[in-house]
């Protein structure tokens, strides 16, 4: 599929004290190994890393992948996620139909999730500006896709806080991928979300 991947992993998981959470332990390897996995399971044009705090544990721990990744170092990454976007832009094929931005924490949107989500902007790609994010009954989640005409706003944008408000002023370039898979809408942020991970899938219920 003609669209680039761009996995954030270079935040200071403000929220979890003490730790990072993509390198959190789920199923014996950190949780962004799995992010990274389900990503390119999904056969995107390429699929590029952000990283930033942390980044040479991560590193260690990405070297199996060798170059089906291509990872990026943003240092501005303390001024928030936006300058990570913004750093897979200057990275991407200029030649790539639109960005898939993946959340790091974001471990258990599998493979096929991150493809039917893909499959269904692609769809209607022929549209000039075309924003694609899933929906699972009123609740908005993600990963977002943006057509490449976002490629300079994307560059322009202000706000640290990630493209929310592109999102917002773009309204009538929207459209939702509806999806019952609760997957969409489940991240880490806090100890207790790790808590509730672990509970979960050792109560058989993997749902998280």
Not at 7 to 13: D, E, K, P, R, V
Not at 20 to 27: G, P, T
Not at 77 to 96: M, P, R
Not at 127 to 134: A, C, F, M, R, V
Request: charge should be positive; proline fraction near 2%.
């Amino acid at each position: 599929m003609n669209l680039s991947a761009w996995i954030m992993g270079a935040g200071l998981s403000s929220r979890l004290v003490g730790a990072n959470k993509l390198l959190l332990d789920w199923q014996g390897k950190p949780i962004l190994l799995h992010t990274v996995s389900n990503v390119l399971e999904a056969g995107f044009k390429e699929t590029l890393l952000v990283l930033g705090n942390d980044k040479d544990k991560i590193k260690s721990a990405l070297k199996s992948y060798g170059n089906e990744i291509k990872i990026i170092t943003n240092p501005f990454y303390k001024e928030g996620l936006t300058s990570s976007i913004q750093q897979g832009v200057n990275a991407s094929d200029n030649q790539t139909d639109g960005f898939i931005i993946c959340l790091g924490d974001m471990f258990n949107v599998n493979g096929s999730d991150y493809k039917d989500l893909a499959q269904y902007h692609l769809l209607n790609i022929h549209e000039k500006e075309l924003i694609t994010l899933p929906k699972v009954g009123d609740k908005t989640g993600n990963p977002v896709i943006f057509s490449k005409s976002f490629r300079s706003r994307i560059m322009r944008h202000k706000d640290p806080k990630g493209c929310k408000m592109i999102v917002s002023t773009a309204r009538h370039s929207v459209q939702y991928f509806q999806s019952n898979r609760l997957q969409f809408l489940q991240d880490i942020d806090t100890w207790n979300d790790y808590q509730y991970l672990l509970k979960t899938y050792k109560n058989g219920k993997n749902n998280y």
